[in-house]
T-cell receptor, first 115, second 109 residues
Framework: DARVTQTPRHKVTEMGQEVTMRCQPI?????VFWYRQTMMQGLELLAY????????DSGMPKDRFSAEMPDATLATLKIQPSEPRDSAVYFC?????????????FGPGTRLTVL | RKEVEQDPGPFNVPEGATVAFNCTYS??????FFWYRQDCRKEPKLLMS???SGNEDGRFTAQLNRASQYISLLIRDSKLSDSATYLC??????????FGTGTRLQVFP
């Protein structure tokens, strides 16, 4: 049963610290997405990649956030420096481009708390 | 104005009831439409796609009205296990999914 995996599942850190979240997409999927979910804003797309190339990161605060795909099996999202307003659940999702049908499979999320 | 709007609920219904959720989207260029389900403290999962002709999957029926920019989800014979948040999702020309904030459903015995 192929799944998207994310680590860590929970992270508590202090303001100003660097946070790195990792995602392993489903093997064979060519598109990877990073989302952030908060009670107030719901699910927001931060960035996404196709075939490891960044396609859109317009939803991401550029000054402190960065997203990369060092290889096809790993996507990372970094926050440096972290701030309390970054506290949220961060989901990674993967999918494949198949005509107009673009189901995305979500990982379990990283629950981040910045104190 | 949000691109995808939903009534946040909660909708509290007894087992066996029929419940309907509505969703409106603002961009007439929206191409694809979905309902995702999210259980408490879990990740969203695709429930069903929504087609112009309407589609049904067991107890679930989805409808799309492009003229009114309106999507609906009908759940018949509600089960306790249907309790979750239902997310309305649209895409516009790209792979980007635009999520509504969700409608919470609570089914009670």
């Amino acid at each position: 049963d192929a799944r998207v995996t994310q680590t860590p599942r929970h992270k508590v850190t202090e303001m100003g610290q660097e946070v790195t979240m990792r995602c392993q997409p489903i093997l064979g999927h060519n598109t990877v997405f990073w989302y952030r979910q908060t009670m107030m804003q719901g699910l927001e797309l931060l960035a996404y990649f196709r075939n490891r190339a960044p396609l859109d990161d317009s939803g991401m605060p550029k000054d402190r956030f960065s997203a990369e795909m060092p290889d096809a099996t790993l996507a990372t999202l970094k926050i440096q420096p972290s701030e309390p307003r970054d506290s949220a659940v961060y989901f990674c999702a993967s999918g494949w481009r198949q005509r107009q049908y673009n189901e995305q499979f979500f990982g379990p999320g990283t629950r981040l708390t910045v104190l | 104005r949000k691109e995808v709007e939903q009534d946040p609920g909660p909708f509290n219904v007894p087992e066996g009831a029929t419940v309907a959720f509505n969703c409106t989207y603002s961009n007439s260029a929206s191409q694809s439409f979905f309902w995702y389900r999210q259980d408490c403290r879990k990740e969203p999962k695709l429930l069903m796609s929504v087609y112009s002709s309407g589609n049904e999957d067991g107890r679930f029926t989805a409808q799309l009205n492009r003229a009114s920019q309106y999507i609906s989800l009908l759940i018949r014979d509600s089960k306790l296990s249907d309790s979750a948040t239902y997310l309305c999702v649209v895409t516009i020309f790209t792979d980007k999914l635009i999520f509504g904030t969700g409608t919470r459903l609570q089914v009670f015995p």
